[in-house]
């Protein structure tokens, strides 16, 4: 058997297949030192705790087919993981684990089955995410990536919903579930998205740091948060970030702030029945007379003229499809 040269089997593109697992597990390493060997299975590890190292012998000069030796010297990446770092292996190229101290990780392997009716595979899913094409062609036996907890959450989930089939009885495999699937797909696009990320952050820092920023105030601005607080959530000075987020943006930190807060609120009232003086509270501005000049200053209307208008909207949306039956 000799390695794949891309990161996932060619046949995930070209047929109609599925992810299926084979084996999964969270497990505490300590002092250990593993052989080198190979199976058939895509394998991610996952640190959870601790730190370790996977040795990956390179392409071309695996061992035999019965048996995979200890490459030689320079024959071999050694990779050192820490809390927060995975690394994917390709499936039939040889590695190992080594364990100095103490390590806790998430693993699984897996493979790929033909998807039934009913049954997303990932040549589809790939049709719709440009990111998993990119991932599932890498060339490359394995992909090192720090993970923002993203991949974390959607592994754990995977892991603990295929040990819930087992203890009911189940086979334990994305052969059959339809949350196993839903999961699976999730883990694959999040790593994508990783990998494409990471790849970007590479050749940009300064637009690494930017995308920090907005994520920062997307996951926090129904908070009372400040220039400084985007700053400490990315280790640089606020006078820096200020410069370098207007200088990638053209806008400035509050002023793309402000933005965000008025577009979610502007949802709420479209969408929800939440009272306009609690929307407030609820995109982070403590002031409900700052906010309705805020909001007007940004949409021309006021919150209860604009609440107003697209309810108005609706209404005429629903006239408009009674009269067409």
């Not at 052989?35 to 061992?63: K, L, N, Q, W």
């Not at 684990?97 to 990780?105: D, F, I, N, Q, W």
């Not at 949350?179 to 883990?187: D, G, I, P, T």
């Not at 009272?275 to 609820?282: F, K, L, R, V, Y």
């Amino acid at each position: 058997m000799s390695a794949e040269s891309t990161l996932f089997p060619v046949r995930a593109l070209r047929e109609d297949v599925h992810p299926e697992a084979y084996a999964y597990y969270f497990r505490e390493w300590r002092k250990f030192d593993m052989p080198f060997h190979r199976h058939d299975s895509t394998e991610i590890m996952y640190v959870i705790r601790g730190s370790c190292r996977v040795e990956v012998e390179r392409p071309g000069e695996a061992g035999t087919p019965d048996r995979v030796e200890p490459a030689a010297s320079g024959a071999t990446d050694r990779i050192a993981l820490s809390h927060g770092e995975f690394i994917v292996v390709a499936a039939n190229v040889p590695h190992r684990l080594v364990v100095e101290g103490a390590c806790r990780m998430l693993n699984v392997e897996f493979g790929f089955a033909s998807s039934g009716a009913g049954v997303p595979s990932i040549r589809k899913l790939a049709a719709e995410e440009e990111s998993l094409v990119a991932l599932l062609t890498a060339k490359r036996t394995y992909t090192v990536l720090r993970d923002p907890d993203e991949v974390y959450h959607a592994l754990k989930s995977l892991v603990l919903e295929l040990d819930a089939r087992d203890a009911k009885g189940g086979r334990g495999a994305c052969g059959e579930g339809t949350l196993v699937h839903l999961l699976f797909a999730q883990l694959l696009i999040r790593i994508a998205r990783l990998q494409e990320t990471s790849a970007s952050d590479a050749a940009s820092p300064a637009e690494a740091y930017v995308r920090k920023c907005v994520e920062f105030m997307r996951q926090h601005y129904d908070r009372d948060i400040r220039a400084k607080d985007v700053a400490a959530a990315v280790n640089l000075h606020p006078g820096y970030v200020h410069r370098l987020f207007k200088a990638q943006t053209g806008r400035t930190m509050n002023e793309f702030l402000t933005t965000l807060r008025m577009e979610k609120a502007k949802m709420l009232l479209q969408r929800t029945d939440i009272p306009i003086a609690d929307i407030s509270d609820t995109v982070g501005i403590g002031s409900r007379q700052y906010f309705h000049a805020m909001f007007k200053r940004h949409t021309g209307l006021t919150p209860v003229q604009f609440r107003q208008t697209m309810d108005a909207h609706r209404w005429d949306d629903g006239a408009r499809g009674d009269s067409g039956r």
